[in-house]
């Protein structure tokens, strides 16, 4: 079994940074795409950042030149760093990993539990 845990979200002023945390544990034996979606009150999922393998990276046109997105394999973790946060950035942040649980296996896809991020104005 997989276990992705998000951390780092919180309530912060427009202009300010966060940077959000997910580990992945369990049986891994490797991790493929990993990525955040945003889910703001009313709205549906949306994804904000997504980095692959090669830590080729890609963003929502709302995110770019703000969010970065980054992983670090030895410790199963991917990271967002979002600055320059704006109202409409809140929401509820999961992460969202490709997981190898064994050579032989395939990749599972997981979803983390959500981290809130709340901007004022």
């Known amino acids: 079994q997989v276990q992705l845990v998000e951390s780092g979200g919180g309530l912060v002023q427009a202009g300010g940074s966060l940077r959000l945390s997910c580990v992945a544990s369990?049986?891994?034996?490797?991790?493929?795409?990993m990525s955040w979606y945003r889910q703001a009150p009313g709205k549906q999922r949306e994804l904000v950042a997504i980095i692959d393998a090669d830590s080729g990276t890609d963003y929502a046109d709302s995110a770019k030149g703000r969010f970065t997105i980054s992983r670090d394999n030895a410790k199963n973790t991917v990271y967002l760093r979002m600055n320059s946060l704006k109202p409409e950035d809140t929401g509820v942040y999961y992460c969202?990993?490709?997981?190898?649980?064994?050579?032989?296996?395939?990749?599972?896809?997981?979803w983390g539990q959500g981290t809130q991020v709340t901007v004022s104005s």
């Open positions: 369990g049986t891994i034996f490797g991790l493929g795409t």
């Open positions: 969202y990993v490709q997981v190898q649980t064994t050579v032989a296996d395939r990749m599972y896809h997981y």
